[in-house]
């Protein structure tokens, strides 16, 4: 069973840093995956922010934090990071890893419906 552990959020003050990870355990195929994440804020639907493929040929990035984020990953640890630069108060929320096992080009991203795990979701706050 695939099982997505995410560390890294808190709260940061405006302008400042912030790397998210996420480690997923329990895969065995040796077929890619995608793997990214997602945010939400309560009352909104969760959108996706960043992913990326297993074989590193393809990364998406949401326009709304490009040139401020960045994804990455560490394969020998099935493990991804989320980079997030310059951060803002409207960047609060709750960040949630996914994994995509059927679309391991991430062709498939940010559809929540191709989503085959989540993590449980880290907060991230950055305070006005």
């Known amino acids: 069973q695939v099982q997505l552990i995410e560390d890294g959020g808190g709260s940061v003050q405006a302008g400042g840093s912030l790397t998210l990870s996420c480690t997923v355990s329990?895969?065995?195929?040796?077929?890619?995956?995608?793997m990214g994440w997602f945010r939400q804020v309560p009352g909104n639907e969760r959108e996706g922010v960043a992913a990326?493929?297993?074989?590193?040929?393809?990364?998406y990035i949401a326009d709304s934090v490009e040139g401020r984020f960045a994804i990455s990953q560490d394969i020998s640890k099935k493990k991804i990071y989320l980079q997030m630069n310059s951060l803002q108060p409207e960047n609060t929320a709750e960040y949630y890893c996914a994994f995509d096992g059927r679309f391991p080009s991430c062709v498939a991203w940010p559809q929540r419906k191709y989503v085959d795990v989540w993590g449980q979701g880290i907060l991230v706050t950055v305070p006005s």
């Open positions: 329990g895969y065995t195929y040796t077929v890619g995956y995608c």
């Open positions: 990326i493929a297993s074989d590193g040929n393809t990364t």
